[in-house]
């Protein structure tokens, strides 16, 4: 069994970002026509974007205070399989023996592992609203719902890739 641990220092400084970000979308809405431009010549605009920004970064910042302070929230690999509770997305437990294959894929320069297992609606309907829509997503764009990278995690990602991979093989095996 191997766990990893959040990067607390990481979730905070995202946090931060988003708060600077929800900072801004107040600025939007308290004086949309003061940032009007040539490309947004409508203020109403402005304000709808302002509204947009600030309900997108309160949920960011929520979701990942909530991972901050949450001591269960550990990134886990057993017998049984992965169990990622630090990702705002939160798969509690990928079963080794729902999972077909596991593939390196970068999203934005951003290193990811594609998990690809036999029943990814059972994955998609464990969730709701747009936890739910954003595994829908996945499941179009990259054809599987489960995605795993060390953007919160202690460790690189070669480190988890290999901690996965190996694992996989170990398990898959018995």
């Excluded at 997108?56 to 269960?72: P, V, W």
Aim: net charge positive; glycine share 4%.
């Amino acid at each position: 069994m191997k766990n990893i641990k959040k990067n607390s220092l990481k979730l905070s400084l995202i946090i931060v970002v988003m708060i600077l970000i929800l900072m801004l979308g107040v600025f939007l809405i308290m004086n949309p026509t003061k940032y009007s431009s040539f490309l947004f010549r409508n203020g109403m605009v402005i304000f709808i974007a302002g509204i947009i920004n600030i309900i997108i970064s309160t949920y960011c910042i929520y979701q990942l205070g909530s991972k901050l302070f949450d001591r269960n929230a550990i990134f886990s690999i057993n017998s049984k399989g992965i169990s990622d509770k630090i990702n705002m997305l939160d798969y509690p437990n990928i079963s080794w023996k729902d999972i077909i294959k596991i593939e390196e894929y970068n999203i934005n320069n951003v290193p990811h592992l594609k998990v690809f297992v036999d029943n990814p609606q059972q994955y998609i309907k464990q969730k709701k609203g747009l936890k739910k829509w954003v595994l829908n997503f996945n499941y179009k764009k990259y054809h599987t719902p489960i995605l795993l990278n060390s953007t919160y995690l202690s460790c690189s990602f070669d480190d988890l890739k290999k901690s996965i991979l190996d694992s996989y093989k170990e398990y898959q095996n018995n």
